[in-house]
C-alpha cells in the first residue's frame, strides 16, 4: 500500500517530465534523420543525410573546438576567482553581505542588459573604453573584431558575469564545514593553505564537483552572450555549436540538421552527467 502511494505521489512529476523532455526528445532524434524545414507537413527521411553533411562542413568542426576552448575557460578562470573570493569572504564578518550582494548583482541583470553595457561603454570602438584608449594613443584593435580574440573577449564578458554566482554557491558551502574540525586544525597549528587543502576542500568536494559538472554542461550550452555580442562572428571565430544549430533552424530553416547538432550538444551534456553520477557513487563508496 505504501509503494502504490509513494509511486502515485511521484507519477504528476514523472508525467509532467515525459511530456515536457522524453517526447520532444524522441521528436527532436526523428526529425534529425528528415529533411524538415519546419514548415511543411511532411518529412522526408534521409538517414544520416543530415549527420554526414554537418561532419563535412568545416564551421561545425569550428564551433566545436570554439566550445572545447569555452569549456577550458569556463574551468579555470572564473571557479578561480570565484574559489579565492569565497575564501577571502568567508574570514569577513563585516560588511559580507553587501559584498555578495555586489558580486552577484551582474548575474541576476537579463544578458541583454550586460550586453547592451558592454557594447556601448567597453567595447565601443568610438565611444568606449576601447574608442577612449585609442584616442591616447594605444594601438588596440576592436577586440570583438578581430579573429584573435573575439571569442576571449566574449568569454571575459560571461566569466565577468558568472564568477559572482560562483562565490555565492562556494561560499555557502564553506560556512557548512564543521567548525570542530577547522578549530581542531588551528590547534594543531594548521596555516590557511593547511587548512583549505585539508579540511575545506573535503569538505566541500560535492559542490565543487556538481558545479564542475553544470560548467560543462552549461558552456555547451552556452548561446546568449555570444548571439548578442557577435552572432558567431567574425568570419565564425567566435561560431558556437548552439548559434551554428541557430543559423540552421531559423535563418536557413533546416531543421533536420538543427537537430542533429543539437543532438551532438546533448550527448556532451550526457556525459558531463554520467560523470557526474560516476563520482558521486565513488564518494558514497569510499
Do not use: C
Not at 57 to 72: G, H, M, S, Y
Not at 143 to 149: E, M, Q, R, V
Request: proline share 5%.
Amino acid at each position: 500500500m505504501k509503494s502504490l502511494r509513494y509511486h502515485l505521489l511521484v507519477m504528476p512529476a514523472l508525467l509532467l517530465s515525459l511530456s515536457i523532455i522524453a517526447v520532444p526528445g524522441l521528436l527532436t532524434v526523428y526529425v534529425s534523420f528528415t529533411d524538415w524545414n519546419g514548415v511543411s507537413p511532411h518529412m522526408n527521411w534521409i538517414g544520416f543525410g543530415n549527420y554526414r553533411a554537418i561532419f563535412d562542413d568545416k564551421v561545425f568542426w569550428q564551433a566545436l573546438t570554439n566550445n572545447f576552448r569555452w569549456t577550458v575557460l569556463f574551468l579555470t578562470i572564473p571557479v578561480f576567482i570565484g574559489m579565492l573570493t569565497a575564501v577571502l569572504l568567508l574570514r569577513r564578518k563585516r560588511g559580507r553581505t553587501a559584498y555578495q550582494i555586489i558580486f552577484l548583482f551582474p548575474y541576476v541583470l537579463a544578458p541583454v542588459t550586460n550586453a547592451i553595457l558592454w557594447l556601448n561603454i567597453m567595447l565601443n570602438p568610438l565611444t568606449g573604453v576601447v574608442g577612449y584608449l585609442r584616442d591616447y594613443g594605444f594601438p588596440i584593435r576592436s577586440p570583438l573584431g578581430n579573429l584573435d580574440t573575439a571569442l576571449y573577449t566574449v568569454a571575459t564578458v560571461d566569466i565577468w558575469h558568472y564568477w559572482g554566482f560562483l562565490t555565492i554557491v562556494y561560499l555557502a558551502a564553506l560556512r557548512q564545514t564543521p567548525q570542530e574540525l577547522v578549530e581542531a586544525a588551528r590547534v594543531e597549528g594548521a596555516n590557511g593553505w593547511q587548512l583549505f587543502r585539508h579540511i575545506y576542500l573535503p569538505s566541500i568536494r560535492p559542490t565543487v564537483q556538481l558545479m564542475f559538472v553544470m560548467i560543462i554542461i552549461f558552456s555547451f550550452l552556452t548561446f546568449d552572450y555570444v548571439y548578442l555580442l557577435t552572432g558567431g562572428g567574425p568570419a565564425h571565430a567566435t561560431e558556437m555549436l548552439s548559434t551554428y544549430a541557430y543559423t540552421f533552424a531559423f535563418l536557413t530553416f533546416q531543421f533536420g540538421k538543427a537537430s542533429a547538432v543539437g543532438l551532438v550538444m546533448s550527448l556532451f551534456g550526457l556525459s558531463a552527467s554520467f560523470l557526474y553520477v560516476w563520482l558521486s557513487r565513488k564518494d558514497i563508496a569510499a
